[in-house]
C-alpha cells in the first residue's frame, strides 16, 4: 500500500468550494431537444388517412379511426390514426412514412393523467397542449423510405411524333415496371376512388411478385378493357394516390397496360380460365345497344355469367368513343382489338351498321330479348351558340374525329381554332396539328379554353404533349363571335375569362368585357362537351320511362329503368368517361342477372 | 505471468476442515450440516447487474459454489424480429442492452445492408463512428460508477451518472432519443447533426475529461479500490479462449483484440487509436483498462468529429420498406462494444421478414459460465465488484 493511494482520494474535498452538480428544486420547465420524438401530432389539413403509419408501426399502437367531421374523399379515406401509448415505442417510423407529412411529433415529453383511457388518442382531433408546437420530430428531407418519383415513361420525340398517328407512349420494360410497382403503399384510396373499384394495390402486388397471370386475373375482375385503360384511362386513382400530395403518384395507368401487354391475345383464355365458356348454359338472352366500353363491360360480364349477348352497333365498328373518339397516336386500334376481340371469343355477337330505333324499334329488341342495356354515349356535338357558329366552317369535334376514324377526308384549315379545353378538344387540336403538318408542312393551330390552364379539364400531360407538337394553348378566354367576312371565318373575338364556377361550384361564368383577344382563323372546331341522342327511345316507351333532371333518364342503383326490361349506363348516365362507362356496364351486368334470377321463381 | 503483487489472497490458506467434500470434482454440500448458507443474490439486488441473480453457498463469508440464473428478462427479441418487416427491426433492437443501445442498431443495420448489398454513404459512415464512440463513452461511464458503487463508493456512481446524463443530452439532440436513439435506420442514419453540435459535445468531452481526472484520483489511486479489486476474479489467458472472453476483460489478460483493430468496420480504419492491453487479468487490471478505453473513446470522438464531412448524403436509397424483401443469404456482423464484440448473425430467405436473427452479446459468456467459475473462493462482499468487473449485461444474456 502505497501513501500516494491513502493521500490522493482525499483531494476530492476540493469539491466543496465548487458549484454544487445538483439543484434544489426540481425542473419545471426543461424542453426537448428540437427534434426530439415526444408526443405526437397531426395536421388534419395533410392528413389523408392513408393508414401508412398503421402498417409500419412495429408494435400495433395505431388505428385508423373514423373522427368526426372528417369527411371521405376522393384521395382521402376520412380514417384518422389513433395512437396506443399503451404500445407505442416511439420509434417514430409512422412520422418518417407518413407521405404527406401530416404526422410529426412534438418535443413534449411529460404528459400525467390519471385516466389511462386519455393515453389511446387521436393526435388532432383530442386537443392536446403540444398540438401546435412546432419544435419535435418531423420527417427529414435527407432520408426516404418511401420513393417519391415517379419511373419516367419514355415517349416519341416531338418530331417522331407530329406527323404521324403512331402511338407515343412507349411502355415500361420489365425493369421499370417493377421499380414502379416497388413504390406503392398499397394504401388503396386509388380503389375507393376507381369508378370501377379495381383493386389496384393487389394487381401491383402481384406484379412485384412477377406474378403477371394473377395480376392479369385480377385486372379483368373489375375490367374487361385493360388494354384501352392501361392507355386512356382518366386515371382518377393517381390523382387520390398518396404519394400524389408530395411527389408523384403511382403510375397506375401504366402499370396497368403493362401487364396486360404481357399477356398475348391468344393466352388470354387459357390464363382467365374462360376456355369453357362459350355454350351458354342459362338460356336468357340478352341485346346490349352500343359497342362502346359500358356495352363491352356489361357483354363481358354478361356472357361470364353465361347469358347470350349480342351487341347492336350503329357504327361499322365496335369501340364506340374510344376508337371514334380518341385518335390512334394515343390508342391503336390493335390494341382496342385485342381487348374487343377476346370478349367477341366468349360468344358476344356485334352486329354493326345497325341502328336501334331506325333499323330495329327498340320495343323489337324485348320481343327476342328477355333485357336491353342501352350504352348509347354522347355523340352528338355541342355549340357555344355564339354569332357566326352557324358558318359551315365551323364544325364540331366529335364529327370530325369520327369521319377521320371512318377514314372520310375532313376539312383541314391553314389557321384553326378550337374552342374547348378537355381532353375531346385536345384530341382534336393534335389530330388537325398532324393533318397541318401532313398537308402544309407546318402547324397553326390555337386551343382555347375558359379554364385558366390549372384548372383545364384536359389531362396535364395532353396540354404539354399539345404544345410539343407546336400548337397553341391559350386558356382563360371566352368565345364571344366568329367573325364572318364573304361568308369565310374571319377569326374569333373572345373576352378575358374570370371565373368559371361560382360559390356554390356551378358552371357561371364571369368575364372581364375590356380585356379582349381575337384570333385569326380560317376554320374554328367547336369541342365545348358532348350531348346525347335519345331518338331511339319512341315517344310511347318515353312515356313510361321515368326521367331525371336535366334531360336524363332515371335509373337506379342498378342501372335499370322504370321500364324494368330497359337498362341504360354508359356516357348517357354517368360519366363521361371509359373507366365509368366500365363500372357502369358491370353494375349493370349484375343487376340484369339478379333482375332475371328474380323473373324465374 | 499473472502478477499478483498485492492480492489480499496472496497468503490466503482456506480452512479445509470446514470446506465441502470432494467427490468427482464437485463439491458436496449438504445444508443440513448447518455449515453452508445458501443465499440468492439477485434478481432484485443493488449489486447485480440487471435482472440475474446468483445462487451462492457460503461457508462464513467465503462463497464455496455459484450457480448463475438468468430467465428474468426474456423478451424474445429475436423471434419478434422473425415478423417483423425488415426495417420494423432497429427500433427493437436497441431494446437489447440499455445502457448502449447503438451496437445493436449497427449490427442489426449493417447485417441488412451486408445481405442486400447496400453501401451507406460516407457522411452516414461518420455519423454512425460518432454516435457508436458516444454510445462507447455513455456505456463506460455507466460501468465505472457501477464498479465503484459495488465498492461502496456510491459518490462516484452519482458522478459518472450525473455525466452521463450530459452525453444523454446530446443523443437527446442528436438522434430525438435520450436512451433509445433509433438512429442507424437500414441504408444510413436519420438525421443530419444539428448546428453548433460539434462544440456542445467538445464541451462535454471536456468536461468528462475534468471528471475523469477527479475519479482516477479518487478511485483508481485508492488505497481501498486496490486493496479490494487487485488480485480478485483472475482471468488467464488460457481461460480468455476456454470461455470464449471478450473486449476490454480479454484485453486485460493480455490478449490483444479489438474489433476495431482487427477488423475495422465503418470508418475506424481512419482513426489513430492504439490496442490498448494489460496483463495481469484482475478486477482493477480491467478498470484501470477501460478507464484507458474510455479516455480513447474520447479522444476518438474529438477525431471523428474534425472529419466529418459537412456535406454529403445520410441515407442510402432504399426499396419501399414497406414490402422490402431481402435477397437469401446469411451474415455475421460484430462491433466492438464496451463490453466485447458483439454481433449479429441474420439469416434472410429471400421474404419480407428475416428467417433468424441471433444477437451474440458478450455478457452470454461473461455473466453465466466465467462468473459462475470466479465467484468460488472469494467473498461475499466481493461479488458484486467482481460481477461489475466482467462488465456484465443481462439484457443481451436473455435477448
Known amino acids: ?601 | 505471468m499473472n502478477k499478483i503483487s498485492e492480492s489480499k489472497y496472496k497468503d490466503f490458506v482456506a480452512d479445509r476442515s470446514k470446506y465441502p467434500e470432494m467427490e468427482n470434482g464437485k463439491p458436496v454440500i449438504d445444508l443440513d450440516s448447518h455449515k453452508f448458507t445458501k443465499i440468492w443474490q439477485g434478481p432484485q439486488h443493488p449489486g447485480v447487474t440487471g435482472n440475474m441473480s446468483v445462487e451462492i453457498i457460503v461457508n462464513g463469508d467465503e462463497i464455496v459454489d455459484a450457480k448463475t440464473h438468468v430467465g428474468y428478462l426474456h423478451r424474445g427479441f429475436e423471434k419478434l424480429m422473425e415478423r417483423r418487416r425488415y426495417i420494423q427491426c432497429f427500433p427493437i433492437v436497441c431494446r437489447i442492452c440499455v445502457p448502449e443501445p447503438d451496437t445493436n442498431e449497427y449490427c442489426v443495420s449493417a447485417a441488412m445492408e451486408d445481405l442486400a448489398g447496400i453501401v451507406i454513404p460516407d457522411k452516414a459512415a461518420w455519423l454512425r463512428t460518432l454516435n457508436l464512440e458516444m454510445s462507447r463513452v455513455a456505456g463506460f461511464l455507466m460501468w465505472l460508477g457501477g464498479q465503484a458503487g459495488s465498492l461502496g463508493m456510491g459518490a462516484i456512481g452519482q458522478w459518472t451518472v450525473a455525466m452521463r446524463d450530459y452525453w444523454l443530452d446530446l443523443f437527446e439532440e442528436m438522434t430525438g432519443g435520450r436512451i433509445y436513439h433509433m438512429y442507424m435506420i437500414p441504408g444510413g442514419v436519420r438525421k443530419n447533426l444539428p448546428l453548433g453540435f460539434k462544440e456542445r459535445v467538445l464541451q462535454t468531452v471536456d468536461r468528462t475529461y475534468k471528471l475523469l481526472d477527479d475519479i482516477e484520483r479518487v478511485f483508481l489511486n485508492n488505497a481501498i479500490a486496490k486493496s479490494r479489486l487487485k488480485g480478485l476474479g483472475i482471468i488467464t489467458p488460457e481461460m480468455v479462449s476456454e470461455y470464449g472472453i471478450v473486449g476490454p476483460t480479454a484485453r486485460a489478460s493480455g490478449i490483444a483484440d479489438d474489433i476495431r483493430i482487427n477488423q475495422p468496420y465503418l470508418k475506424y480504419a481512419e482513426l489513430e487509436m492504439k490496442m490498448l492491453t494489460s496483463n495481469i487479468g484482475d478486477a482493477y487490471d480491467r478498470t484501470e483498462l477501460r478507464f484507458q478505453e474510455l479516455l480513447q473513446s474520447l479522444d476518438l470522438v474529438k477525431q471523428i468529429l474534425n472529419k466529418i464531412p459537412e456535406n454529403g448524403e445520410i441515407q442510402a436509397k432504399l426499396p419501399n420498406v414497406l414490402h422490402w424483401k431481402i435477397p437469401a443469404g446469411q451474415t455475421y456482423i460484430k462491433a466492438e462494444s464496451t463490453r466485447g464484440e458483439h454481433g449479429f448473425y441474420m439469416v434472410s430467405d429471400g421474404s419480407k421478414y428475416p428467417r433468424r436473427v441471433f444477437a451474440r452479446g458478450a455478457s452470454y459468456t461473461h455473466a453465466i459460465s466465467v462468473l459462475e467459475k470466479l465467484a468460488v473462493n472469494i467473498t461475499i462482499s466481493d461479488l458484486a465488484a467482481l460481477m461489475v468487473s466482467l462488465h456484465t449485461c443481462p439484457p443481451e444474456i436473455e435477448r
Not at chain 1, 106 to 117: L, V
Not at chain 1, 390 to 408: C, H, I, M, P
Not at chain 1, 564 to 570: E, Q, R, S, T
Open chain 1, 1 to 601: 500500500m502505497k501513501l500516494k493511494d491513502i493521500i490522493q482520494p482525499l483531494t476530492i474535498w476540493k469539491r466543496v468550494a465548487e458549484e454544487p452538480w445538483t439543484i434544489k428544486d426540481p425542473l419545471t420547465e426543461r424542453p426537448g431537444a428540437d427534434n426530439y420524438r415526444g408526443f405526437h401530432q397531426n395536421d388534419f389539413a395533410k392528413c389523408i388517412g392513408c393508414g401508412s403509419c398503421e402498417e409500419i408501426c412495429q408494435n400495433a399502437a395505431i388505428d385508423l379511426v373514423p373522427v368526426e367531421g372528417q369527411e371521405v374523399k376522393d384521395g382521402n379515406s376520412g380514417l384518422r390514426p389513433r395512437i396506443d401509448y399503451g404500445r407505442c415505442c416511439w420509434c417514430a417510423l409512422c412520422v418518417d412514412i407518413c407521405p404527406t407529412g401530416a404526422l410529426t411529433m412534438s418535443n413534449e415529453y411529460t404528459w400525467i393523467d390519471d385516466d389511462p383511457e386519455v393515453f389511446r388518442f387521436t393526435p388532432g382531433a383530442d386537443k392536446t397542449k403540444w398540438q401546435d408546437d412546432e419544435k419535435g420530430y418531423s420527417r427529414s428531407e435527407d432520408i426516404a423510405l418511401i420513393n417519391f418519383d415517379r419511373i419516367e415513361m419514355e415517349e416519341k420525340a416531338p418530331e417522331d411524333r407530329d406527323k404521324s398517328f403512331i402511338e407515343i407512349v412507349k411502355g415500361y420494360n420489365k425493369e421499370q415496371a417493377m421499380l414502379e410497382a416497388d413504390r406503392c403503399l398499397e394504401c388503396g384510396l386509388c380503389t375507393a376512388t376507381c369508378p370501377a373499384h379495381m383493386d389496384i394495390p393487389a394487381y401491383i402486388a402481384a406484379l412485384r411478385e412477377d406474378n403477371i397471370e394473377e395480376a392479369f386475373r385480377i385486372l379483368y375482375e373489375t375490367n374487361p378493357l385493360p388494354e384501352i385503360c392501361g392507355r386512356i384511362c382518366t386515371h382518377k386513382c393517381e390523382t387520390a394516390c398518396a404519394l400524389h400530395n408530395n411527389g408523384e403518384a403511382i403510375a397506375i395507368r401504366w402499370l396497368k397496360r403493362y401487364i396486360a401487354d404481357q399477356i398475348p391475345a391468344e393466352r388470354y383464355k387459357e390464363v382467365l380460365g374462360t376456355e369453357h365458356l362459350a355454350d351458354p348454359k342459362i338460356g336468357h338472352k340478352i341485346a346490349v345497344i352500343g359497342a362502346g366500353p359500358s356495352g363491352l363491360s356489361a357483354a363481358y360480364y354478361l356472357a361470364i355469367l353465361g347469358y347470350q349477348v349480342k351487341i347492336f352497333e350503329a357504327l361499322p365498328d365496335s369501340g364506340g368513343m374510344m376508337r371514334y373518339g380518341i385518335p390512334e397516336y394515343r390508342l391503336p386500334y390493335d390494341q382496342i382489338n385485342k381487348d374487343i376481340d377476346y370478349i367477341k371469343s366468349l360468344g358476344v355477337e356485334i352486329q354493326f351498321n345497325t341502328r336501334i330505333g331506325q333499323d330495329i324499334p327498340l320495343e323489337d329488341l324485348h320481343q327476342e330479348y328477355s333485357a336491353v342495356y342501352a350504352a348509347t354515349g354522347l355523340h352528338l356535338g355541342r355549340s357555344t351558340r355564339i354569332p357566326g357558329s352557324d358558318n359551315s366552317e365551323v364544325y364540331f369535334a366529335t364529327d370530325l374525329l369520327r369521319k377521320f376514324t371512318l377514314g372520310q377526308d375532313i376539312p383541314v384549315g391553314k389557321k384553326i381554332v378550337v374552342i374547348g379545353g378537355g381532353n375531346v378538344a385536345m384530341d382534336i387540336t393534335r389530330t388537325l396539328a398532324r393533318l397541318q403538318n401532313q398537308k402544309y408542312g407546318k402547324v397553326d393551330i390555337t386551343a382555347t379554353s375558359l379554364e385558366t390552364e390549372d384548372i383545364m379539364p384536359a389531362d396535364r400531360e395532353e396540354i404539354v404533349e399539345s404544345r410539343e407538337e407546336k400548337a397553341i394553348i391559350e386558356p382563360g378566354w371566352g368565345p364571344q363571335e366568329i367573325e364572318i367576312k364573304d361568308g369565310k371565318i374571319a377569326g374569333l373575338h373572345l373576352i378575358k375569362c374570370l371565373s368559371v364556377f361560382d360559390e356554390n361550384g356551378a358552371f357561371n361564368p364571369k368575364f372581364d368585357a375590356n380585356e379582349k383577344k381575337f384570333f385569326k382563323a380560317d376554320m374554328v372546331v367547336e369541342s365545348i362537351g358532348q350531348g346525347m341522342d335519345l331518338s331511339y327511345i319512341s315517344d310511347e316507351l318515353k312515356e313510361k320511362i321515368k326521367m331525371g333532371p336535366r334531360g336524363r333518364i332515371d335509373v337506379n342503383e342498378g342501372f335499370q329503368t322504370s321500364v324494368d326490361w330497359l337498362f341504360v349506363g354508359g356516357d348517357i348516365i354517368k360519366g363521361p368517361d371509359v373507366i365509368n362507362g366500365v363500372a357502369n356496364g358491370h353494375i349493370a351486368a349484375k343487376a340484369i342477372d339478379k333482375y332475371l334470377n328474380a323473373q324465374k321463381k
